[in-house]
């Protein structure tokens, strides 16, 4: 099936029952909702990793820790 006759099929099916659209629609945001949030967390600990390793180049033990606490943290929710 090619990729147009697949979307129009899709399409109408989705018009069919619009209580089920409804909660497509919803489900699909939570699911956009969860995976942006994840890759902000993943980002923030990318950036928490090179902020660290400034920190210890820097010989800056208070920013050390303070990063090294926010990424523990990070790490922990992605859990």
């Known amino acids: 099936m090619d990729k147009n006759n697949y979307y129009a099929n899709f399409s109408s099916a989705a018009g069919s029952n619009p209580e089920i659209n409804d909660s497509e629609k919803l489900l699909n945001e939570i699911y956009v909702d969860l995976f942006l949030n994840r890759l902000q967390r993943l980002h923030r600990i990318e950036q928490l990793k090179e902020f660290i390793d400034q920190a210890l180049d820097e010989?800056?033990?208070?920013?050390?820790?303070?990063?090294?606490?926010e990424l523990k943290e990070l790490q922990e929710s992605l859990k």
Do not use: I, Q, V
Request: glycine share 0%; no cysteine.
């Open 59 to 69: 010989r800056d033990e208070e920013a050390f820790h303070k990063y090294a606490k």
